[in-house]
Nanobody, 118 residues
Framework: QLHIVESGGGLVQPGESLKLSCTVPRIILSTFTKYIWSWYRQAPGKQRELVASSEAGSGAVYGDIVKGRFTISRNNNKKTTYLQMTNLEPQDTAVYYC?????????WGQGTQVTVSA
């Protein structure tokens, strides 16, 4: 069982940036690198959608709606996955969730709220 913790959400104005973090307290490196780490988001009244995904040794995958504006990265030493979001738009307002996935295993964090509003 992985206890995933997200942080970094908040209220920003259109055009601003935010950086989200996702980590599992006390996880060891070998465990961290086994999983595919992804960010999803869910806006009110909408389905949860993929934002970005990162697997050790493979390139990142991005949802079409955020290509060119968001960047997923991993710091293996810190056992943390990041989502750098730039040029935020009001339609990016959502709860952002981190997911760890490997085979039949799937773990979700509680989410962090991102609100983009003037």
């Amino acid at each position: 069982q992985l206890h995933i913790v997200e942080s970094g959400g908040g209220l920003v104005q259109p055009g601003e940036s935010l950086k989200l973090s996702c980590t599992v307290p006390r996880i060891i490196l070998s465990t961290f690198t086994k999983y595919i780490w992804s960010w999803y988001r869910q806006a009110p009244g909408k389905q949860r959608e993929l934002v970005a995904s990162s697997e050790a040794g493979s390139g990142a995958v991005y949802g079409d709606i955020v290509k060119g504006r968001f960047t997923i990265s991993r710091n293996n030493n810190k056992k943390t996955t990041y989502l750098q979001m730039t040029n935020l738009e009001p339609q990016d307002t959502a709860v952002y969730y981190c997911k760890a996935h490997r085979g039949n295993e799937e773990y979700w964090g509680q989410g962090t709220q991102v609100t983009v509003s003037a």
